[in-house]
């Protein structure tokens, strides 16, 4: 007899990753974060079109996972990685 699993699709946590086409895009990844999933944003296709506008969404994530509990890191040249306040990324002390 298999255990029913207790948790329901509402209380999934999922890892998405999702490309930065505009700086409009800053909202939807805030609301995946606020609905507690873990983001691997790919900046590069709006940095191709202006980098100035993938500093200003950096900017504005750090602000919003900061205010909310949550951590941002980057990942390599192309990519960040954003997660919701209950999930830390590890960061080797150096």
Sequence with gaps: MQAQSTCSVKNMVYVK?????????????KREVKNGN???VKVTPLAK?????VKKAVI???????REGGD???????????TPSKIKIWREKT
């Design 38 to 40: 873990i983001l691997i």
């Design 17 to 29: 990753a999702v490309a930065l086409h505009y700086l409009s895009d800053v909202e939807k990844i």
């Design 49 to 53: 079109k202006n980098i100035e506008a």
């Design 72 to 82: 941002i890191a980057r990942l390599g040249e192309e990519r960040i990685i954003i």
């Design 60 to 66: 504005q994530l750090k602000d919003y996972v900061n």
